[in-house]
């Protein structure tokens, strides 16, 4: 498979993608970031939400089982403890009283309702229910991969500033010493007022490169701090991490292992089972209703005694006239599937789109990287010309600082394009999910 190819040449673990650039310190922060990050805990805690909604989903196919108790002392009033004054044998009662006594009444039993999913509707809802913990998983697996890949651009970004940051103060340094030779020269008669002015701006040209870019480094160690959740984490100082060597294709098939195609199907799915579930209103519903007890004037007649009572039987529920509730609402349900179908077409589109772009800014920031690494060995090459001439004394020193001065600018391009191009596979393994395993 193409995309097995391309992993094979980048030498990465799927899982742990991050390693590929051969950096501690990326390895630290991606761990730190993982551990910490506020979005995550939360993506965490909707899992665990959508896990507990599961569990209420499937409980609705067994029975709900209830023990009741209570009791109440009842006296006289007209509603109890009403008694009829006796008459003769076939006419009417000569009138009643109400009995001046009290009595306790105390019950007890078990009630049981079981639904009867004989037509799937709950079932449907309890696959619903596993489609939504699956979404809430890959939601978080979607999380992690932005999160890491920001945090490994950050990263690399602040890495790819200290260099060029470091190239400008040397190149400063070089430019310095040029206007200080210049001005010598001036003064020998060797050289105008002129040259000395262009040394000068030229210096101060560069000299004004250095706010921006300590600006730039703060501001990349704040958005490490933010991610990390911690406003003191500071990088050690290492080598610069590795560029991948990025080449081959890819295999559409696999980029539904992104998270967020995985998440749309997952989608599509919890709405084709609701559709069913919404369907199943319109066929009878039966339930089995049970209930037992005892009851009795005092605690010992609950154990003893005549005041046992139990009735069991089922009840049936057909839909006859709702005013069109129910079609509405299978209506309303064929729409929203329809809905997530599209939105799965669309997240397979962006994601192939996505993933050949990245591909493609990878490969040729990499072929500019190794142009512009070509461009410095030359520079160096010509700078060491120089330093053998001015030995040899056909050549003067500020042939030497010159060289020196466009191998530097060489090297700030290259660094340029170096974290250009180590960016530019942070979004690659982004656009291909890092790898990332199917569940």
Request: charged content about 25%; some cysteine.
């Amino acid at each position: 498979m193409p995309y097995v190819l391309l992993l094979c040449a980048l030498a990465v673990d799927p899982a742990n993608w991050w390693t590929v650039y051969q950096d501690p310190e990326l390895n630290r922060l991606v761990e730190t970031v993982a551990a910490r990050n506020l979005d995550l805990l939360s993506a965490t805690q909707r899992i665990a939400e959508a896990r507990a909604v599961l569990g209420q989903a499937g409980s609705k196919l067994g029975p709900d089982v209830n023990l009741s108790g209570g009791g109440q002392r009842l006296r006289g009033g007209f509603t109890q403890g009403i008694a009829r004054i006796p008459s003769p044998s076939g006419q009417q009662p000569t009138g009643s009283f109400v009995a001046p006594f009290e009595t306790g009444l105390l019950q007890g039993g078990l009630d049981m309702r079981w639904e009867m999913d004989l037509f799937g509707g709950n079932r449907a809802g309890r696959e619903a229910a596993r489609a939504d913990v699956l979404t809430a998983q890959v939601r978080r697996e979607d999380l992690l991969i932005t999160v890491t890949a920001e945090a490994a651009r950050a990263y690399l970004e602040l890495r790819g500033i200290e260099e060029r940051l470091a190239i400008t103060r040397r190149n400063i340094a070089a430019q310095r010493e040029l206007v200080a030779l210049t001005e010598d020269r001036t003064r020998a008669g060797l050289a105008s007022q002129l040259d000395v002015e262009r040394q000068t701006a030229l210096l101060a040209a560069t000299e004004a490169e250095v706010p921006p870019l300590a600006a730039a480094l703060a501001a990349q160690r704040h958005r490490l701090a933010l991610l990390t959740e911690d406003t003191g984490y500071q990088v050690a100082a290492v080598p610069s991490p590795a560029v991948p060597h990025v080449h081959g294709t890819y295999s559409s098939e696999l980029l539904k292992r992104r998270p967020d195609v995985r998440a749309a199907e997952a989608r599509l799915t919890a709405a084709m089972a609701r559709l069913r579930q919404a369907r199943a209103d319109l066929y009878p519903k039966i339930t089995l209703n049970g209930l037992m007890g005892r009851q009795g004037t005092a605690i010992g007649n609950l154990s003893f005694g005549g005041g046992n009572f139990f009735n069991l039987g089922p009840q049936l529920q057909l839909p006859l006239f709702n005013a069109g509730r129910i079609k509405a609402g299978i209506s309303a349900q064929q729409a929203r599937v329809e809905q997530e179908r599209l939105a799965y077409r669309q997240e397979i589109a962006a994601a192939l789109e996505e993933a050949a772009n990245a591909l493609e800014s990878a490969q040729r920031q990499q072929e500019r990287e190794k142009k512009l690494t070509e461009a410095v060995e030359a520079a160096r090459r010509s700078l060491a010309l120089a330093a053998d001439l001015q030995r040899a004394g056909l050549s003067d020193f500020l042939a030497v600082l010159d060289a020196e001065r466009t191998a530097l600018d060489t090297e700030y391009q290259r660094s340029t394009a170096r974290t250009q191009a180590l960016l530019e596979s942070v979004a690659l393994f982004k656009a291909l999910a890092g790898g990332w395993p199917q569940p």
